[in-house]
């Protein structure tokens, strides 16, 4: 059984670290009601831009458009999106085993020839990616430490370049959707090539284009793609302080289950420690009339 000293300092440490799971809930609380009003506001935008964009390109013929340009899936990007921090449960692993099962079902071939890049946004996926040897893009690893529409652009900006340049045959996209504060859905999205909704393509749509369709298309896709990585970057950021509310809850009240535990050692710990004392000093009396 363990000493009295060794059980209060237990308790001591579990109280602390009860304190500071209690005070990261508290933060991951107020940050996540700024981060899923960013998220709610966008979500609408995003999903009707993302809609007239595609009903645009499956009205015909994209006119030369190389958003669309479909090539041999020779070199591949895959942007995984994860979190700066821990202490969330598992956001950051679903990612990082969603990624490798990607790469595993869908680009092993490409990846045998080294020829599958990463693009981490956020500190554990350049971590993760990092320690096994990926080529990793490490320019945008930091986006989350101030999450701005213009940070995002200049990291879609990146993507759309390289796709151009013919660095990158597709881009994909990896990260966690929020839900609500206890779930999240792990979304795999096709970044580019830009590619029309199979339902609409060949179809007549019902479109007045001034100036012609093929400018209109080739001007609202950069604003579309800027606005699909925003969204995911929101969609991860509310997702991440979900999870790390949650996680922060239940280490509260796991820390609040093993006081109790620990407080109840204690005592039993310090009656066994009254009662061998009574004994010894009734011994001893006993030991003194008999003498």
Known sequence: ???LKEVKSR????????QITKAMKMVAAAKLRKSQ???IQIRPFAQKLSSLLQNLSGAGSDGGNWYSTVREEKKILIVVVSADRGLCGSFNSNIFKATNNLIAEKYSSQAAKNNVHILPIGKKALEFFNKRNYPVVKEFATVFQNLTFEAASKAS???MD???KGDYDKIEIVYNEFKNVATQILRIERFL???PNMETKGKETDYIYQPSREEIIIGLIPKSLNTQLFKALLDSNAAFNGAQMTAMDKATENAGELLKELKLTYNRTRQAA???EILEIVA????LKSA
């Not at 308790?11 to 009860?18: L, P, R």
């Not at 001893?284 to 030991?287: D, F, I, K, L, P």
């Open 1 to 3: 059984m363990a000493s």
């Open 11 to 18: 308790i001591v440490s579990v109280s602390s670290t009860q």
């Open 37 to 39: 009003d960013r998220i």
């Open 157 to 159: 900006q990146f993507l």
């Open 162 to 164: 390289a796709f151009k």
């Open 193 to 195: 090539p830009v590619l």
């Open 274 to 276: 009254i009662t061998k």
């Open 284 to 287: 001893g009396a006993e030991a």
